[in-house]
C-alpha cells in the first residue's frame, strides 16, 4: 500500500506561481509513474501531467508551457511546478501513482492509477 500525501496548496494571484510535493513516507517511486490530476465541483477528475519511470514527461494542453511536473534524484518527491497560473487553474490537485512495468510507458486515465493522495486545494484570483 502507498500512502500518497501532497503539500503546497494556497491562494495565489493570478500570474503567480506554486510548488506542489508529494511524499509516501520516504518511500521511492521508482516503480510507479506519477501523476498530477485537478478536479473542480462538478466536474470530473481530469489528467494535468505525468512523468514516467525513465523521466519522460507529458502535459494538458491547457498546462503545457506553464507547468513542469519533476522528481527529486532518489525519486521520492514529485514536484509540479505551476508558473503563470490562471483563475481556470482553480481546483483541488491530487498526486497519483501507477505501478508500471515499462519505464517509458505512461497513462494520463484516471483509472490506471493504483494510488492517490488526498489532494491539496489551489485557488488563483483573477
Known amino acids: 500500500q502507498v500512502q500518497l500525501v501532497e503539500s503546497g496548496g494556497g491562494l495565489v494571484q493570478a500570474g503567480g506561481s506554486l510548488r506542489l510535493s508529494c511524499g509516501a513516507s520516504?518511500?521511492?517511486?521508482?516503480?510507479?509513474?506519477m501523476a498530477w490530476f485537478r478536479q473542480t465541483p462538478g466536474k470530473e477528475r481530469e489528467f494535468v501531467a505525468v512523468i514516467s519511470r525513465s523521466g519522460n514527461t507529458y502535459y494538458a494542453d491547457s498546462v503545457k508551457g506553464r507547468f513542469t511536473i519533476s522528481t527529486d534524484n532518489a525519486k521520492i518527491t514529485v514536484y509540479l511546478q505551476m508558473n503563470s497560473l490562471k483563475p481556470e487553474d482553480t481546483a483541488v490537485y491530487y498526486c497519483?501513482?501507477?505501478?508500471?512495468?515499462?519505464?517509458?510507458?505512461?497513462?494520463?486515465?484516471?483509472?490506471?492509477?493504483?494510488?492517490w493522495g488526498q489532494g491539496t486545494q489551489v485557488t488563483v484570483s483573477s
Open positions: 497519483a501513482a501507477d505501478r508500471m512495468l515499462s519505464r517509458y510507458y505512461y497513462s494520463t486515465a484516471v483509472s490506471d492509477y493504483d494510488y
Open positions: 520516504g518511500r521511492t517511486f521508482s516503480s510507479y509513474a
